[in-house]
């Protein structure tokens, strides 16, 4: 395993914490601050909505700024965006809930437009004989630091009575720090050759054949 590699692993371990840390407790962030069911079906919303908004827009700005430089760009201004967002009940005093949701949106976005980038990176860096194990290693790593993150979390919280609200904020802020942590690994990274650098037009996806065609239909169907 080549340093590329250990550190696409690595970003993959602090991604997850990271993940854990913000949007999977934003649910519970918002529940201490009143949210109602409507507002945590909305909240649930917003990756995906994200995801179909920004993902076909990120694959054309990877030929206005490059793929290592846009996935960074976007990572880190998403993780950025997690600040104003922690202190919601702060900068809006009046209507925090609408403040988290305003910002979370923004930031699904904004990361959502470097996905594309991140991944094709990620394909390029490991070769095609030995992606199975090696995609296979990354998952252990970040469900593990999911799993661990996640239990760590809950217990800490559980430290805070209900109504303070400076437990969310700090462990809101360790995820925060993860990400950015996350951000540095990709930095480090030395971009490979792009071995597709063909502008595909979405005319193609649906002229897909073979082996992919049947994947685009699965994941249609099922996710």
């Not at 840390?21 to 917003?46: H, R």
């Not at 990176?121 to 999911?146: Q, Y």
Request: hydrophobic residues 55%; aromatic residues 14%.
């Amino acid at each position: 395993m080549n340093t590329n590699q250990r550190l696409v692993i690595w970003q993959g371990g602090l991604f997850s914490v990271y993940n854990i840390l913000t949007s999977f407790y934003l649910s519970a962030f918002a529940l201490a601050l009143g949210a109602s069911n409507s507002v945590i079906g909305l909240l649930g919303s917003i990756p995906f909505a994200a995801t179909l908004l920004a993902e076909i827009p990120g694959a054309k700005l990877i030929h206005l700024f490059g793929r290592k430089r846009l996935a960074i760009m976007c990572t880190l201004l998403g993780r950025i965006g997690w600040i104003p967002l922690i202190l919601a009940p702060l900068l809006f005093a009046t209507k925090p809930l609408f403040g988290i949701v305003l910002l979370y949106f923004i930031i699904s976005v904004i990361q959502e437009a470097g996905v594309p980038a991140w991944v094709g990176i990620m394909a390029d860096v490991v070769p095609a004989t030995k992606r199975g194990s090696f995609f296979s290693a990354r998952i252990r790593t970040v469900e593990l630091g999911a799993a661990i993150s996640t239990l760590i979390g809950g217990a800490y919280l559980e430290l805070f009575a209900p109504g303070n609200m400076l437990g969310f904020f700090t462990l809101m802020g360790t995820g925060v720090a993860f990400g950015l942590a996350s951000v540095y690994t990709m930095r480090l990274l030395r971009e490979p050759r792009d071995h597709d650098g063909n502008n595909h037009s979405l005319r193609a996806f649906f002229h897909a054949h073979g082996n992919f065609r049947r994947y685009l239909l699965f994941v249609g169907v099922f996710y």
